[in-house]
């Protein structure tokens, strides 16, 4: 999680000018400008659907989930792994992670074809 506060790196994380076609798209601006409402509606929508263990469950235990598991793209896939293209980095494949994080844990392809939106290279 080192590199959210690495300076250099932040920078990087606010650069939109790989996406202007989503920069442009209404459902996005709209998602953008209604973050806050949206984040603070979910458990409002689950508490009043099914209980407070509909609230537990399907908002609070599935964003945790979510964040290790998003989290451990980073810190798994940078230690553990294969690595298939030497970039210069420590960047590796993990098929575990790439399970669990629905493709992201081919990092290494990410990092040596960091313009490419496929996570695998292979029809697998």
């Not at 650069?15 to 998602?31: A, G, H, M």
């Not at 400008?33 to 599935?62: D, E, F």
């Not at 964040?67 to 960047?91: F, K, M, P």
Request: charged fraction near 15%; hydrophobic fraction near 40%.
């Amino acid at each position: 999680m080192g590199w959210l506060f690495n300076s250099k790196d932040q920078k990087i994380l606010f650069d939109t000018s790989n996406i202007p076609e989503l920069k442009k798209d209404p459902y996005y601006n709209w998602l953008k400008s209604n973050y806050l409402k949206i984040t603070i509606a979910q458990p409002l929508v689950y508490l009043a659907i099914g209980g407070p263990s509909a609230m537990v469950w399907g908002c609070l235990v599935r964003t945790l989930c979510t964040w290790h598991v998003t989290w451990a793209v980073n810190s798994v896939c940078h230690v553990y792994g294969r690595q298939e293209y030497n970039t210069g980095d420590l960047s590796m494949n993990n098929p575990v992670i790439g399970i669990l994080a629905q493709g992201e844990g081919w990092h290494n392809n990410h990092h040596a074809f960091q313009d490419s939106c496929r996570h695998g290279l292979k029809w697998w």
